[in-house]
């Protein structure tokens, strides 16, 4: 539940992972659209991406193999499509590193997630922080997508903005789908993990220059 949370110190709520620059061009403009663009996102982005290599490390941490963990923290960091999106995963995965070497300070593991090159990308992160939580592989990846879908969401409301209840809304509509978003990230063989969503791509290249903005993402 604390790792599902917004309120974990990782920074997530001052990224909008392409909302901003949806909004910005008109992509996005109220409810129905940021519900339909952040419902994609989910499916087409951390669907193929995120959530099956969170599943993979968290597997990777709990048999300690440490190879296994470099590998997919380096295919996470190569396959970001833009230079801000790999620093928003670099940063939140420091920031998590930092995190758990306060809560567990003597486990070797966060010496072996801090020296990840180029950096301990977020889902690699998280998953060693749930590693020890007993939780099923179905739970971890349930609560990195809740822990998605409310910063997502929160970003939809300030970005476009909407009102409590549009957004109150929208993440029920997350919610709905993230069971569904999970059962495939757990059955996805290797050969089809991807991180291929050119809008997303063509939108986070022009936030990196937008001219006003709120988000660093």
């Known amino acids: 539940m604390r790792l599902a949370s917004p309120s974990l110190p990782v920074g997530g709520f001052s990224y909008s992972e392409g909302v901003e620059s949806a909004v910005d061009t008109g992509l996005v403009g109220d409810e129905a659209s940021a ?26 941490w709990r048999r300690g193999d440490r190879d296994a963990v470099a590998s997919w923290n380096a295919w996470l960091a190569t396959t970001r499509e833009t230079s801000e999106l790999r620093r928003q995963s670099e940063q939140m995965g420091r920031s ?20 990840l ?16 939580s007993g939780a099923s592989a179905r739970a971890v990846l349930a609560s990195f997508a809740a822990g998605w879908a409310e910063n ?13 209840a549009a957004a109150q809304r929208i993440l029920a509509a997350l919610s709905a789908a993230i069971p569904a978003a999970v059962e495939r990230a757990l059955a996805m063989p290797a050969s089809e993990l991807q991180a291929f969503a050119p809008m997303l791509a063509i939108l986070s290249s022009q936030h990196e220059e937008q001219y006003s903005r709120l988000f660093r993402s």
């Open 35 to 60: 519900r339909a663009w952040l419902v994609d996102q989910l499916a087409l982005g951390i669907g193929r991406s995120d959530l099956p290599v969170a599943a993979r490390a968290l597997a990777a």
């Open 152 to 164: 997502a969401t929160q970003a939809a409301l300030k970005a476009v903005p909407l009102g409590q």
């Open 117 to 132: 090159a180029p950096a301990p990308m977020f889902a690699v992160a998280f998953a060693l922080a749930a590693a020890d």
């Open 96 to 115: 998590l590193a930092q995190w758990l070497r306060q809560r567990d300070g003597d486990d070797e593991r966060i010496d072996v997630l801090a020296a």
